[in-house]
């Protein structure tokens, strides 16, 4: 049997992107909150944004070290339904913001040696998911959202107390074995649908999908 993922399509910018994400398929859609990002959202955008997201869609939030302030700023302005934490954040603020917000808290650990494996399992002591990523490189690169890959063989049949979700440079050609080499059920993809930063692609986002499920076309007889 074909394995199948659910998918989350980070960084949708517009109501359209927004839905053509949830046509597709999407379980989880993810709007940014992070200024240095392409794909960065005011607050008003962003309530707009999440607001052409059907029912049963799950809505995250993508901040980078964010105060109390900006996270109570986001929380007032957007529905949301899930907060993803993909700075430095100790587990001690994975914590502070779940009992303030009563939110799951998704935290981004990047990968990009088996020194990083530690971190995942310190985390998920204490987070409601992982979003196992590709560490980012050290030239100014954003945090997350760059579209690299990491030797997904480190991960290869690991599992964490926690649910947790594959991203890093997946997309509708390499999803499906980066599914069978580690094992994910949910997969994360950002730029690997996008036809510039910040815009996604209805295209791309329905192959992604597509591949993420297993639904593969039946070869004719
Ligand atoms: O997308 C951004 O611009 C961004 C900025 C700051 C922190 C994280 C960011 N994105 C994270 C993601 O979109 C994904 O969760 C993940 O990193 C996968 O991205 P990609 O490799 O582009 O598929």
Not at 39 to 65: I, Q, S, Y
Not at 84 to 91: A, C, V
Not at 94 to 122: C, F, I, N, S, W
Not at 149 to 177: E, H, K, Y
Request: hydrophobic share 50%; proline share 6%; with cysteine.
């Amino acid at each position: 049997m074909v394995p199948s993922a659910r998918v989350k399509i980070c960084g949708l910018t517009r109501p359209s992107d927004m839905r053509a994400a949830v046509e597709a398929g999407a379980g989880y859609v993810g709007l940014v909150f992070f200024e240095k990002s392409p794909r960065h959202l005011a607050l008003d955008t962003a309530r707009e944004v999440a607001l052409a997201a059907a029912d049963g869609v799950a809505k995250v939030a993508l901040t980078v070290n964010a105060t109390d302030a900006q996270l109570d700023a986001i929380c007032v302005a957007v529905p949301l339904d899930i907060l993803q934490l993909h700075g430095s954040e100790s587990p001690a603020r994975v914590a502070a913001v779940q009992a303030r917000y009563g939110l799951p808290v998704m935290k981004a650990v990047g990968v990009a040696g088996a020194e990083d494996l530690a971190t995942l399992e310190t985390y998920a002591t204490v987070a409601d998911m992982l979003l196992v990523d590709a560490k980012p490189p050290k030239n100014g690169a954003l945090p997350g959202g760059n579209g690299l890959t990491f030797d997904w063989r480190l991960i290869a049949g690991r599992q964490w107390s926690r649910p947790w979700m594959l991203a890093g440079g997946l997309t509708a050609v390499n999803v499906a074995m980066a599914m069978e080499m580690t094992g994910a059920r949910q997969v994360d993809v950002s730029s690997g649908v996008e036809r510039a930063p910040g815009v996604k692609d209805p295209d791309k986002m329905q192959a992604f999908v597509d591949a993420a499920k297993g639904n593969v076309p039946c070869p004719k007889t």
